[in-house]
């Protein structure tokens, strides 16, 4: 909020305008950039500022391909909807898709894609933490076989971004995106990164900003609240990555120990540190998300941008959990501001409120 408040009054200039005040917007711009660009291990040149993930992915995809006819793309079966979204636009612009099956542990197998790629495959897309199970893909061996097929990978980071590793180079992605509310940023803005020779056509059209891959007026306050927020998390990622993993090690301990019928939804070791997905039997999830909100705790029963669909998660679809389990799950996150102590008053929350649920339901046995 320090860093962005000039934004909203002495530097609100227009960073594409030649004179002064547009001049002192675009240096905070492009300082925005080079912060940015560092979280990445990339040339600044190389980061397009957007709205956020859901852009991002878009841009990177439809981007890459169009026109789509003809053109075949590598995805798997548990991507966030930005990626599964768009892949079923470019399917209705003539493209084909393959989705990957991952197995029980939430996590795609590099050979897979190997065996799915055909001299028409256009792209390959696969994120590099899942949003939902915080399991880590293996991107960096994805990355070898389509380097060598000479397909363009793009890889969804808006989970790992600030949490892990997310040196691009090393990586060997060609497009990458990052969300900017997912590392303490404001929501509203985003960036993609775009390797240097990749071929990247902008969706939106209008004037030649951000080098004629996204037309619009930037979001100047946006950019710099992500480029300070990207340089916090270069800073600290390590520190505080070991910190809240402690804390979801302790929250999910402490929940398997003390409440019956409940286990961990994919990996346990290959994951983000912040996230855990526990599925309780005979619990609707949703209830659940419901009496945990009464007691103060925000915790959620799949991705928010799935928010209101009566189905289960396609996620635990994907990773082979029946619909009753799968809506009987519930995904905790943590993050920088949270404590030993309310991890401890949320294990009591949920041991009460399960016990509770678990009572009035008519799906409970008697032995339970």
């Not at 800073?235 to 505080?240: K, P, T």
Request: aromatic letters at 4%; charged letters at 20%; hydrophobic letters at 40%.
């Amino acid at each position: 909020m320090e860093a962005m408040a000039p934004c909203f009054g002495e530097v609100y200039g227009n960073p594409s305008s030649i004179h002064h005040f547009g001049q002192m917007a675009k240096q905070r711009l492009e300082m925005a950039r080079r912060q940015t660009a560092s979280l990445l291990n990339c040339r600044p040149q190389e980061i397009v500022f957007v709205s956020g993930g859901t852009e991002g992915d878009n841009l990177a995809l439809l981007g890459s391909l169009r026109p789509c006819q003809d053109k075949h793309v590598i995805t798997t079966r548990i991507e966030h909807p930005a990626v599964l979204g768009t892949c079923a636009q470019i399917e209705r612009e003539g493209g084909e898709v393959t989705y990957l099956r991952v197995g029980a542990q939430g996590v795609v197998e590099p050979d897979d894609v190997r065996r799915a790629l055909r001299p028409n495959t256009a792209i390959v897309s696969v994120m590099h933490a899942n949003n939902e199970l915080g399991t880590v893909q293996p991107v960096g061996e994805i990355a070898r076989i389509t380097r060598e097929a000479g397909v363009p990978l793009h890889s969804d980071g808006v989970q790992a971004a600030g949490r892990l590793a997310t040196d691009v180079k090393a990586l060997g992605v060609d497009l990458y995106t990052i969300s900017g509310h997912k590392i303490h940023a404001p929501k509203g803005i985003g960036a993609l990164f775009v390797r240097k020779g990749t071929t990247l056509t902008g969706i939106m059209h209008g004037g030649h900003h951000e080098r004629d891959r996204r037309a619009g007026t930037e979001n100047v306050a946006g950019a710099v609240g992500l480029g300070k927020a990207a340089e916090c998390g270069s800073r600290d990622r390590d520190a505080e990555s070991a910190r809240v993993a402690g804390l979801r090690d302790r929250l999910e301990n402490g929940i398997l120990e003390r409440v019956p019928y409940t286990g961990v939804n994919g990996s346990r070791a290959a994951r983000i540190p912040n996230t855990t997905n526990l599925y309780f039997d005979w619990v609707e999830g949703e209830s659940l998300v419901i009496a945990l909100d009464l007691r103060g705790f925000a915790v959620s029963s799949g991705s928010a941008c799935s928010s209101g669909s009566t189905e289960p998660s396609h996620v635990l679809l994907a990773i082979g959990l029946v619909p009753e389990r799968a809506r009987a799950s519930i995904r905790f996150s943590l993050g920088r501001s949270n404590t030993v102590e309310q991890v401890d008053a949320l294990i009591d929350a949920v041991v009460d409120s399960v016990a509770h649920l678990r009572k009035i339901s008519p799906l409970t046995p008697a032995h339970a």
